[in-house]
Structures are given as structure tokens and as C-alpha cells.
């Protein structure tokens, strides 16, 4: 297994990690640890195609695994928010059937055609607006853990502001993924006309 291979597998190894440290809220600065996590993954998939385009080790195994080791990563995030109740369950629900449409295109291409599609533009820029939207959510869950332990007051203004710039990174967010979706199936009909 290559370089880029075993970073994209060390993300979906920090996922568990990541997800214990967002849910226990009786570690102090779990919203920290948490948040750490995410970025050390996050930029592991930045890394993995920095480095399998630059040594040209792209293989078929990448191409699969990277955006389903997104996939986990991103999906783990939102279930904990809904879980806290700081998501509203549409955004997940509309983020995790795109991703199960696309997912279901690429098993089919791979499976009866051999051919395994690699992420669009789109695909990347709707994973980099997810990356910043939990980036945001976590900084904006860490203010407010400090908010209860008395180092940060949050209220009035700055409490609304925080909430207001959840919703609309969500919003953000999930209007890429779906818009993304939509390109990915217009582009591989073929594959979806064959079944």
C-alpha cells in the first residue's frame, strides 16, 4: 500500500477518535481535542492527492477509498451533531442521500463496467465547504464550552451570531453537496441507463 493510500486509510482510523472526543462532553475542551482531529484528518485528504499526483501513485484503491473516507468523516460529524442537537436532521438526511446516490453510480460504473470514477471539481469543492462548515460548528461548540466553564461569555449578540452562522454554513453547505450530486448523476447517466 502506498503513501496516499495509508493516509486515506489513517482517516477513517482518526474517525472514532474524533467522534468519542465530540460526544463526551465531560472531557474539558473535548470541542478542542475533537476539533484538532478533524483538521489533522481533514488536511490527511488534502495530503493523500497532493502526494499521488505529485508521484503519480494514483491507483483505483485511492480513487474509491479517498471520497468514501470523506464520506465517513463527514457523515460521522453531522450524526454527532444531530445527536446534540445543534444540526437540524434535514441537513443530514439530504447530505447522506447524495452521498449515497453517487456512491451507488460509482459501485455500479466499477462493478459492471470496470471503471472507476474519480471525484469532479464539484466533488472537491462541496468537500472542502463540508470541511469548513464542521470546522465552524466545532470552533462555535468550543466558544460556547467555554461560555459554561465561566473563561468566555457568550450571550445577546454574539449568542445569536453563533447560532446564525451554524444555520447558514449548513445551508451553504448542503446546497453544494445536492447541486454537486446533481452534476455527478448528469454526468454518468450512462451508467444509471445500463441498469
Known amino acids: 500500500m ?3 493510500n495509508k493516509l486515506t486509510v489513517l482517516r477513517v482510523i482518526l474517525v472514532p477518535f474524533f467522534v468519542f472526543f465530540l460526544l463526551e462532553s465531560y472531557i474539558p475542551h473535548h470541542n478542542l481535542i475533537a476539533l484538532i482531529i478533524f483538521a489533522i484528518a481533514s488536511y490527511t485528504d488534502h495530503l493523500d492527492g497532493k502526494i499521488a499526483r505529485r508521484d503519480n ?3 483505483n484503491f485511492g480513487k474509491f477509498m479517498d471520497p468514501l473516507a470523506d464520506k465517513i468523516l463527514v457523515i460521522s460529524a453531522l450524526i454527532c451533531f444531530v445527536a446534540s442537537g445543534t444540526v437540524s436532521p434535514w441537513f443530514l438526511i439530504l447530505i447522506t442521500f447524495r452521498e449515497f446516490a453517487v456512491t451507488s453510480i460509482r459501485l455500479v460504473a466499477a462493478g ?3 471503471k472507476v470514477i474519480a471525484a469532479n471539481i464539484w466533488g472537491k469543492a462541496k468537500t472542502v465547504s463540508q470541511i469548513v462548515a464542521i470546522i465552524i460548528i466545532i470552533l462555535s461548540a468550543y466558544i460556547k464550552e ?8 457568550v450571550e445577546g449578540v454574539l449568542g445569536t451570531a453563533l447560532y446564525a452562522t451554524e444555520i447558514a454554513v449548513m445551508v451553504i453547505c448542503t446546497a453544494l453537496t445536492l447541486f454537486s450530486g446533481w452534476i455527478y448523476i448528469k454526468d454518468n447517466l450512462e451508467f444509471i441507463k445500463d441498469c
Open 112 to 114: 459492471g463496467k470496470g
Open 146 to 153: 467555554l461560555s459554561a466553564m465561566g473563561l468566555f461569555p
Open 57 to 59: 501513485l494514483i491507483t
Open 2 to 4: 502506498n503513501l496516499p
